[in-house]
Antibody, heavy 119, light 112 residues
Framework: QVQLQQSGAELVKPGSSVKISCKAS????????MHWIKQQPGNGLEWIGW????????KYNQKFNGKATLTADKSSSTAYMQLSSLTSEDSAVYFC????????????WGQGVMVTVSS | DVVLTQTPVSLLISLGGQASISCRSS???????????LHWYLQKPGQSPQLLIY???NRFSGIPDRFSGSGSGTDFTLKISRVEPEDLGVYYC?????????FGGGTKLELK
């Protein structure tokens, strides 16, 4: 069955960076887009960007340009998101989710990673 | 960016009752290819969102027919009939017609 297993919670200092992971199983990793979505406490959902692991192509929500960097490792079927120059506004739960095509829905999601930015 | 406005923000429903959630878009969600990329999700407490309905009215695998979606252009509705305890949580609409993809603000379904 399709599973997206994300890494554990992170407590990081302002100004630093963090890299979170999303390990895929149960499907062909290189055939689906992998998206990242942000959810701040009590708030809704924001789409950050996506990567196509098949060729490494990425596309970002302009709002997250320079904040998020998406990569993927085909050998381990793992997608990564690095967040840089962290501030309290980056404290949130981050989900990975896959979609088969450019406009199809995100059909399976990871369990989410809580990132807390605090000194 | 496309703004999706969901109403109501919260909904109190009795078990066995019917719920209706609206998602209104700031722009038409009809793509130039004729398709409408409006999808619905449920986020149960402490869980990640789960896909219910894709492209306005198609139920995702395993979703019971108590859930139905309808609408066109800028106005969309999710209906849940015979509400059960496992239907409680926050419902979101998502549009993937216009980049960047955007979500509605959510509608919280609670028991009366």
């Amino acid at each position: 069955q399709v599973q997206l297993q994300q890494s554990g919670a992170e407590l990081v200092k302002p100004g630093s960076s963090v890299k979170i992971s999303c390990k895929a199983s149960g499907y062909t990793f290189t055939s689906y887009d992998m998206h990242w979505i942000k959810q701040q406490p009590g708030n809704g959902l924001e789409w950050i960007g996506w990567i196509y692991p098949g060729n490494g192509n990425t596309k970002y929500n302009q709002k997250f340009n320079g904040k998020a960097t998406l990569t993927a490792d085909k050998s381990s079927s793992t997608a990564y998101m690095q967040l840089s120059s962290l501030t309290s506004e980056d404290s949130a739960v981050y989900f990975c989710a896959r979609s088969i095509n450019y406009r199809d829905p995100f059909d399976y999601w990871g369990q989410g990673v809580m990132v807390t930015v605090s000194s | 960016d496309v703004v999706l406005t969901q109403t109501p923000v919260s909904l109190l429903i009795s078990l066995g009752g019917q719920a209706s959630i609206s998602c209104r878009s700031s722009q038409s969600l009809v793509h130039s290819n004729g398709n409408t990329y409006l999808h619905w999700y449920l986020q149960k407490p402490g869980q990640s969102p789960q896909l219910l309905i894709y492209q306005v009215s198609n139920r995702f695998s395993g979703i019971p027919d108590r859930f139905s979606g309808s609408g066109s252009g800028t106005d969309f509705t999710l209906k849940i009939s015979r509400v059960e305890p496992e239907d409680l949580g926050v419902y979101y609409c998502l549009q993937r017609t216009h980049n960047p993809w955007t979500f509605g603000g959510g509608t919280k379904l609670e028991l009366k």
